[in-house]
């Protein structure tokens, strides 16, 4: 499974917007790895309007190129 993929399935069930607290009980009932959202925790942002948005944080470039484009 490609980082992508896990962030995806951390965050699957999950309404947007949403807060810190909201994607940390989503990814807990994903049974997600604790780290791959802990940095979340620290993060200026801690509302999230799209899922875009929230993979960007996490790290993935390709959400973060595809929330530019539809601004």
């Known amino acids: 499974m490609t980082e992508t993929e896990l962030l ?10 949403a807060d810190v607290h909201t994607v940390m009980e989503q990814s ?3 049974d997600c790895p604790y780290g791959v959202v802990s940095q979340l925790q620290s993060s ?3 509302i999230f309007g799209s899922r875009d948005e929230l993979l ?3 790290g993935d470039v390709a959400a973060c190129r595809l929330g530019r484009a539809r601004v």
Do not use: Q, V, Y
């Open 28 to 30: 807990e009932a994903n």
């Open 8 to 17: 995806k399935d951390c965050i699957t069930g999950l309404d947007f917007p």
């Open 56 to 58: 960007c944080r996490l």
């Open 44 to 46: 200026p942002n801690r």
